[in-house]
């Protein structure tokens, strides 16, 4: 069967209040018209054409990963049966059925399009609307039935009271057949409050010229939720949040808080991992088994390994941390930090491009960067790889065992040997070889009774009780 998707994704977005394009605002991560493309893919159709018109060029910018996306644009944007007919030269002669999306209706379930392209074609209908029973209808189209079958769709702007009673919403979601369609969407008229050419008026005229029009009404009527304020957005990024922590907690991780969680769908976390409230876990990143997150941290891109416990307030970006590791608190991995097995980060250390070795401490107070740490290193409070020196980022080895003192500064490029010791307040500016001590600090002088004498010098009594 030939099966064409269009998506409609020109609006403004008046209500949103925004510079930024209405589709391209995140529902839990996200952008609204990834969430989308990736319905209308797993329909598998033959083309995928989305109509853009307000920040057009932003939009084809932002997509131009997706292959074989046809972009059209509907310039002015005069509703949404205007958008369709933009679509008709890229549709071309092709037949069958086309599934038309929103790109603002972000949590439609792939199993209620697959109802819809089988109610559509099943009875062979001119056309299938997707509706839902709702609490709260106000906003949203109406479906005004005649006995069991739907009549019409009128605007909440253009209903009358009675007809805002009516609690069956229109989805702005439906299946066409192809031919006759763009002829139909014609003689759409736009004789309405908005004065917009509106797509729903379709149902009209074809149960007018006696065609099929079908309905299909989900049972979860939160698929259906459009995004057209920021209030809606937060409540839709509400749904899929409780949805990411339900299935967590099904599969054997504990969530403490869950409406504190801000888990991405893509994240993937291990079974009885304990995740305390307020921890953002986004992006690409997995989390081990057995590990422990504690509150306020933030971890993007990241892959944790098992019995790893992060403390409070880290943040991790783009980096990897091995089994039976500690984190925190207050540290910051970004930029392919590599902590290894058994590793330890303490409070105010910052790694960048570095890799710990397996069983290496850095507890206090460091900068890392661009360094490669073997095994079971020590690195002491206040050490700071001089990785930059105005021109190039140069690289930091400290070999397997050596021991760094603290307030150190290793200039880079520069090599700490195995089982090397550099002395407290050390400046590494040449290799140290394995086994050596490296110390850089003057000999420390005393002078003796230096208050006293330079409080007499001022006149003054000695305050050196
Ligand atoms: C629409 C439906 C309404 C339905 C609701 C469901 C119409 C007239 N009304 O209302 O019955 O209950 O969706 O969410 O269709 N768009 C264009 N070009 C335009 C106008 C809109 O591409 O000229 C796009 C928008 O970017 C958006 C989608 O079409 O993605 C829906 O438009 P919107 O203005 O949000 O319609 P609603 O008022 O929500
Ligand atoms: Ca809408």
């Known amino acids: 069967m030939d099966l064409h998707v269009v998506i409609l994704a020109a609006g403004k977005g008046t209500r949103m209040k925004s510079a930024r394009a209405k589709v391209l605002h995140r529902v839990a991560g996200q952008p609204l018209i990834e969430r989308v493309l990736a319905r209308a893919a797993a329909l598998d159709p033959r083309s995928t054409t989305l109509v853009i018109g ?36 890229a549709l071309g002669t ?25 109610r559509h074609t099943s009875t062979a209908a001119a056309a299938t609307v997707v509706t839902a029973v709702v609490g709260e209808p106000r906003g949203y189209g109406r479906v005004v039935r005649s ?12 209903a009358t009271s009675a007809e805002r009673e009516i609690r069956e919403i229109n989805s ?3 299946a066409f057949s192809l031919e ?38 989900v049972s979860n009527p939160d698929e259906i939720r459009g995004i057209n304020s920021r209030i809606e957005l937060a409540a839709v990024s509400r749904i899929v949040r409780d949805q990411k922590t ?13 409406p504190t969680a801000y888990i991405d769908g893509d994240v993937k976390v291990g079974a009885d991992t304990v995740i305390h409230p307020g921890v953002a876990l986004e992006g690409r990143t997995t989390i081990g088994a057995g590990c422990e997150i504690h509150s306020g941290v933030r971890i993007v891109d990241s892959q944790i390994g098992d019995r790893v416990t992060i403390f409070n307030h880290c943040v991790i970006t783009n980096a990897r941390v091995a089994d039976d590791v500690k984190v925190g608190p207050f540290a910051h991995l970004r930029n392919e930090a590599d902590v290894r097995a058994g590793a330890r980060v303490g409070n105010f250390v910052e790694l960048k491009k570095t890799v710990l070795g397996a069983g290496s401490k850095s507890m206090h107070l460091a900068y890392l960067g661009d360094a490669t740490i073997g095994e079971k290193v020590n690195i002491g409070a206040g050490t700071i790889t001089c990785n930059y020196d105005g021109v190039t980022k140069n690289q930091t080895v400290i ?20 089982g090397a010791y550099v002395g407290s307040g050390t400046t590494v500016r040449q290799d140290v070889p394995p086994g050596a001590l490296a110390v850089s ?8 009774h230096w208050v006293e004498k330079k409080a007499k010098s001022e006149g003054q009594k000695a305050k050196v009780d």
């Open 147 to 158: 006995g069991e079958r739907i009549a019409r769709i009128v605007e909440d702007k253009d």
């Open 399 to 418: 070999e397997d065992g050596a021991f760094v003192g603290s307030d150190s500064q290793l200039i880079a490029p520069v090599t700490v040997g195995k």
């Open 172 to 174: 702005g979601i439906y």
């Open 180 to 217: 006759g369609l763009f002829d139909a969407v014609r003689s759409v008229a736009s004789a309405n409050a908005q004065r917009e050419y509106y797509l729903p008026d379709l149902v009209a005229v074809y149960r007018q010229r006696g065609l099929g029009v079908e309905t299909v009404t």
């Open 54 to 89: 307000h920040q057009a060029d932003t939009l084809r910018h932002a997509l131009s990963r997706h292959r074989g996306l046809t972009f059209v644009v509907q310039e002015p944007q005069l509703g949404t049966a205007h958008a369709l007919l933009t679509t008709e030269s």
């Open 441 to 448: 600090a003057g000999k420390q002088r005393n002078i003796e």
């Open 246 to 258: 339900a299935e967590l907690m099904a599969a054997g991780v504990t969530i403490e808080d869950p």
């Open 94 to 118: 092709a037949a069958g059925t086309l599934v038309l999306l929103s790109g603002d209706v972000p949590l439609l379930s792939v199993d209620t399009l697959r109802k819809l392209v089988d």
